[in-house]
């Protein structure tokens, strides 16, 4: 039975089990709605608690369910029902209250949460906006600010904040479902929440000012401002307009085409690490050592000391080692001020560093972050064979050399594998994780492992020049060299890939990282005898005047102050350029900028999927959408296509 009722003296236990996440699916809905005439019929029942089984409160509504057309009895009709009861119901919340869950709780006329338990509103993730009273109830209970932020940021609180807030009415130390039934024993009253003044604006300017950024920020995701727009007719309508309008958007947004994106990647990314290699027992991993002090072996070091592993960081040099100390201190500190370390003495004092790689003979996994040239990372590999415990994995943190050839060196090649960290490695959320031929089951299960421990999204890549999400960055930066040449100004294109809703746009995006790296590694790589970047050469020229991007104040655009306006200088190079390969000049239509760059996208995506690179293209999705700005609402380039 998905929903049972037990009675201990004169409460009802009503308990939701349907794993993993006791999503509210219809045999939950329709069990709840049971439960409800049960504990009505039923005069030795006084008071009710509804709780979960397993490890979570209910975390929404079943999303699997969403691409069919929707079965009664509804949530909204469930939750009126408990809402209207006529014995107080009390919501026991442990885990994830979410989304439908936490709709379902607010029609409760009681809460009561574990100390660890979270509460949200993340529909607007999914391309959706709350379906079942959220956007009429939250604001009753918590405000329209704070419900604001929930609603249409997505962001779940904690029971501490949701205390302080008056979403919940206490937090449980010890049992939570005994504490659930003490108070329902000890007698509380009806209060449902929909009875309750809407609290409105307590500062509207403020109010709309963080909306309006909202709307701003959201790029072209249309469930924010929906989720906006409700959340105001929650403060000023009557509730059940409010309630009826909210129920008409959520189903419209439903089988939006955002919506859908949105659940291809929300599936794609827990399918991600699914390879039947992780099955293997994983190796322990407690101790690693990070070998190169830069920016990146800085970030991945501070990655693994915020996620609770013991760090040894080697540098060749004392200075370069104090260097590269002071940047994990820096990133841990700031980490601490944004709140997203708690104590940080206690995690630095798990940081060491040395000169030496004797420091080493007891790590787990030592993760290289040097220079990107083959002959330094072999040598760094053979250096560590010397040094490591024989089952110490090591990984190589390249993001386009051959894997397998770094790995040959090794006396055991199959302790190698590919950790490819994006930048900062602290806040990015993709990892590539390379599999080169001669890795070792339990290795692959490791780096899974450790994928989820580094709080990344983690997807499995097979070894080629630049990785999944590399190669298809390169034939797009090339596409969009073309389209310079073509005829259009990086104005113009910039404009367009911020208007199908990146971040920025390519050149925008170039000027930032600095053009003269990207310039650098084109060079290694003629010289490596790798393949270039396509034949144009209008940003070689830019780099040969030290036009390296905003650090010079000059790249792709002149700045000024930090503000970027088109450039003269590269206008004048981009037509001769464009002359030099024999183009007549033409007016390139902005319409046709995304149309280029996504069918460069697809076309490798493609090539790297046939080659096995990447074992699905969900995979290529979500490497695009995590690592290189792709936006999430558009389900990746071969969801956009398929
Ligand atoms: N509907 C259907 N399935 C769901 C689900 C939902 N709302 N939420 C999670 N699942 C599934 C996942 O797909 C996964 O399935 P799998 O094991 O077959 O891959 C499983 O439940 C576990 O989820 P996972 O995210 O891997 O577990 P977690 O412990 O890391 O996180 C949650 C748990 C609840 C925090 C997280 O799953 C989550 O945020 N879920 C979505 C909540 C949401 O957006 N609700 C609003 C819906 S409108």
Not at 244 to 261: D, G, I, Y
Request: charged share 25%; glycine share 8%.
């Amino acid at each position: 039975m998905t929903v049972t009722v037990q009675t201990l003296g004169r409460v009802a236990i009503v308990t939701i089990d349907n794993p993993p996440v006791n999503a509210a699916s219809q045999a939950v809905r329709a069990g709840l709605v049971d439960a409800v005439a049960q504990t009505e019929a039923d005069a030795t029942i006084d008071a009710v608690v509804l709780t979960c089984a397993g490890r979570t409160f209910v975390a929404g509504a079943d999303v699997r369910e969403f691409d069919l057309p929707p079965v009664a009895p509804h949530l909204p009709d469930v939750i009126a029902a408990i809402e209207a009861a006529s014995k107080p119901w009390i919501a026991a919340l442990h885990g994830s209250a979410l989304g439908g869950g936490l709709e379902l709780a607010m029609g409760c006329h009681h809460r009561i949460a574990e100390a660890s338990a979270r509460m949200g509103l993340p529909e607007v993730t999914l391309g959706l906006v709350p379906g079942a009273g959220g956007t009429v109830r939250l604001p009753r209970l918590v405000g329209a600010e704070l419900a604001l932020t929930m609603i249409a940021g997505g962001k779940p609180i904690s029971a501490q904040e949701a205390l302080d807030a008056g979403l919940i009415d206490a937090i449980a130390q010890g049992d939570l479902v005994q504490k659930a039934c003490d108070l329902a024993a000890a007698g509380v009253d009806l209060r449902p929440t929909l009875v309750k003044l809407v609290i409105g604006k307590s500062d509207a300017t403020r109010f709309d000012r963080i909306a309006s950024d909202m709307r701003r920020k959201a790029r072209g995701q249309v469930s924010v401002p929906a989720a906006i727009d409700a959340l105001e007719r929650g403060l000023t309508l009557p509730a059940t307009e409010a309630l009826a309008a909210e129920r008409a958007t959520f189903l419209s947004l439903k089988t939006s085409e955002q919506a859908r994106a949105l659940r291809h990647i929300f599936f794609a990314e827990r399918a991600a690490l699914s390879d039947p290699r992780t099955k293997a027992t994983p190796r322990p991993i407690a101790r690693i050592g990070v070998i190169g002090g830069g920016t990146m072996g800085a970030g991945i070091a501070s990655l693994c000391l915020m996620r609770g592993l013991t760090v040894t960081l080697i540098e060749r040099d004392a200075s370069s080692l104090d260097a590269g100390s002071a940047r994990v201190r820096s990133t841990l500190e700031s980490s601490a001020k944004r709140g997203l370390l708690v104590d940080l003495d206690a995690t630095f004092a798990r940081f060491d560093a040395a000169t030496d790689d004797s420091a080493l003979a007891d790590v787990d996994l030592v993760i290289e972050a040097v220079f990107e040239e083959m002959e330094v990372k072999k040598q760094v590999f053979r250096r560590l064979d010397a040094v490591t415990r024989p089952d110490a994995i090591l990984a190589t943190n390249t993001s386009y050399l051959d894997v397998t050839e770094i790995a040959a060196g090794l006396r055991d090649p199959s302790r190698a594998i590919g950790l490819h960290f994006f930048s900062p490695a602290h806040i990015m959320k993709l990892l590539e994780i390379v599999l080169p031929a001669s890795v070792a089951d339990d290795v692959v299960a490791t780096a899974a492992r450790l994928s989820k421990t580094l709080g990344k999204i983690g997807v499995f890549s097979g070894v080629c020049d630049g990785f999944i999400g590399n190669r298809i960055m390169s034939a797009y930066r090339t596409e969009a060299d073309r389209l310079l040449i073509d005829g259009a100004s990086p104005e113009q294109v910039d404009a367009a890939m911020r208007d199908y809703g990146f971040p920025m746009g390519v050149f925008e995006m170039q000027d930032l990282a600095g053009l003269d790296i990207a310039w650098a590694m084109r060079k290694r790589r003629l010289a490596q005898g790798l393949s270039g970047e396509g034949d144009i050469r209008i940003a070689d020229r830019l780099c040969e005047q030290g036009r390296f991007g905003r650090k010079t104040d000059a790249g792709w655009y002149d700045f000024t102050d930090g503000k970027a306006t088109p450039s003269d200088a590269v206008t004048a190079i981009i037509v001769e350029e464009r002359q030099a390969m024999g183009v007549a000049d033409a007016v390139f239509e902005t319409k046709d900028v995304m149309t280029r760059i996504l069918g460069a996208m697809v076309q490798e995506a493609e090539a790297v999927l046939a080659e096995g690179i990447a074992s699905s293209a969900a995979d290529i999705d979500v490497v695009m959408v995590n690592g290189y700005g792709f936006p999430r609402w558009k389900g990746g380039p071969l969801f956009t296509v398929r």
